[in-house]
């Protein structure tokens, strides 16, 4: 048997792991587990968990969960008697979204009614800039892919108020803004002032374009306080961009998906991303022996009823930093440079000289030493971009560089910044 010297490593505050209980494992992971196997019959179709005191070596065994095994079951599995779920909807007892099918098909998310403002407030707590928010109410302003999370998030073209709800306005009625027609944008912008938001949330490219927006109309909207980076990966071009028209607002990075909740929270670009204690254990599991920073996370849900989820693989790869942590993105979106080097979109940001800016940028890659930097700016790109990038990427590389009006997002209405050939 193993002892706790072998436990597995968490994100979470020692305080919120708790004390070891007789097995070894912290006394509110195995009550979570255990919880788990409770309230869904998946569990235990999948893996028997004895009645014992759990130690590590049977934590390990519970199979991880895929977003692609959750596909493949279907949402239903999750339950003993999904009729009385279905009957559960009409009561308003449940409800259910869709994910984006960003990285697979759309799955199915069934919540408990108030599961997700409860965990939302919780992300809130965890953050000194959000805090005060949780307690008191607000206006805020949503730009992001329709569809985007269990928000209500519109499909049709309602007008203003049909768009308000509980504080919060949802600016967008289609994704893609690189396609918004100018009319369309004099109206979120038009919107955005009457409503005076302190808070405005969205995806990065998104907000960045609003920035673009709000910049060329020649307005200001002073009552911003917080902008919430959230739903994809943010370079810091897309923070500058935002910054400069909305000075003074702080911008915090809230990482998580709809069917896990929140996760992390924390300064944009201060690499200190904590675990949201209430929200998830978070379970950092070794990606490559070379890099003993960098890990893979496995999601298990805290006291959630309808689909909990256990050690559920995100396919995000976090870097540990000294004040925290650091979402390096997708595995997938991750590039293994030939002198060995990891390379996100961290190492393209910091490789881009001072005196560019652009409104976002996505970097390709065609062939084994060939890829293609697509940005959409003002001006075209200073001497020597090309050559920084490519030095960035590792050697014998070339970037080609070219200059859009657009750059098309995927078919969930989310962008990628670093496309590296699937291997």
Same mark, same amino acid.
């Given at each position: 048997m193993e002892s706790t010297a072998t436990a597995s490593v968490f994100a979470n505050a020692p305080e919120a792991l708790g004390a070891a209980g007789p097995g070894g494992l912290p006394v509110p992971l195995e009550q979570e587990v255990r919880a788990i196997y409770r309230r869904s019959p998946l569990y235990g179709q999948r893996f028997a968990l004895h009645t014992e005191p759990l130690q590590w070596s049977c934590y390990r065994e519970i199979p991880v969960l895929t977003k692609q095994e959750i596909l493949d079951r279907g949402h239903t599995a999750f339950f003993a008697d999904y009729a009385e779920?279905?009957?559960?909807?009409?009561?308003?007892?449940?409800?259910?979204?869709?994910?984006?099918?960003?990285?697979?098909?759309?799955?199915?998310? $069934?919540?408990?009614?108030?599961?997700?403002?409860?965990?939302?407030?919780?992300?809130?707590?965890?953050?000194?800039?959000?805090?005060?928010?949780?307690?008191?109410?607000?206006?805020?302003?949503?730009?992001?892919?329709?569809?985007?999370?269990?928000?209500?998030?519109?499909? +049709?073209?309602? *007008? =203003?108020?049909?768009?308000?709800?509980?504080?919060? $306005?949802?600016?967008?009625?289609?994704?893609?803004?690189?396609?918004?027609?100018?009319?369309?944008?004099?109206? !979120? @912008?038009?919107?955005?002032q009457a409503l005076k938001p302190e808070v405005i949330e969205g995806e990065p490219v998104y907000l960045s374009l609003l920035a673009r927006a709000v910049k060329k109309r020649r307005v200001s909207v002073p009552s911003v306080k917080t902008v919430i980076l959230t739903y994809g990966k943010a370079s810091r071009q897309h923070s500058r961009r935002i910054a400069e028209v909305f000075?003074?607002? $702080?911008?915090?990075?809230?990482?998580?998906?709809?069917?896990?909740?929140y996760i992390f929270v924390g300064d944009?670009?201060?690499?200190?991303?904590?675990? !949201?204690?209430?929200?998830? =254990?978070? +379970?950092?599991?070794?990606?490559?022996? +070379?890099?003993?920073? @960098?890990?893979?996370?496995? @999601?298990?849900?805290?006291?959630?009823?309808?689909?909990?989820l256990l050690r559920y693989f995100t396919g995000d790869i976090v870097r540990r930093t000294p004040a925290g942590y650091r979402i390096l993105g997708r595995e997938r979106d991750l590039y293994f440079s030939a002198d060995g080097r990891v390379v996100s979109a961290f190492e393209i940001d910091a490789a881009m000289p001072e005196n560019f800016a652009c409104w976002h940028w996505s970097l390709v890659q065609g062939s084994d030493?060939?890829?293609? =930097?697509?940005? $959409?700016?003002? +001006?075209?790109? *200073?001497?020597?971009?090309d050559q920084a990038l490519a030095v960035s990427l590792g050697p014998d590389v070339r970037v080609n560089l070219f200059r859009r009006k657009f750059i098309q997002p995927a078919a969930s209405g989310k962008f990628a910044l670093l496309k590296p050939l699937a291997r």
């Open positions: 779920i279905e009957r559960g909807f009409a009561q308003k007892k449940y409800e259910y979204e869709h994910t984006s099918g960003s990285t697979a098909r759309p799955m199915t998310v $069934v919540m408990e009614d108030g599961w997700w403002n409860a965990q939302l407030k919780r992300a809130y707590l965890a953050h000194p800039q959000l805090a005060h928010y949780a307690s008191r109410p607000y206006r805020k302003a949503v730009l992001a892919p329709i569809g985007c999370s269990s928000n209500l998030c519109p499909y +049709e073209d309602h *007008p =203003f108020p049909h768009r308000y709800f509980d504080g919060t $306005v949802y600016l967008n009625l289609s994704s893609d803004p690189f396609v918004f027609a100018e009319a369309e944008w004099d109206r !979120i @912008v038009l919107e955005l000075p003074g607002a $702080v911008q915090v990075d809230l990482y998580g998906s709809t069917e896990a909740g944009a670009f201060a690499d200190n991303l904590r675990a !949201i204690d209430g929200n998830a =254990f978070v +379970e950092l599991v070794a990606w490559r022996p +070379e890099l003993p920073d @960098v890990f893979q996370i496995n @999601v298990t849900t805290r006291d959630r009823e309808a689909m909990p030493n060939r890829w293609d =930097f697509q940005y $959409v700016a003002d +001006e075209a790109a *200073p001497a020597g971009l």
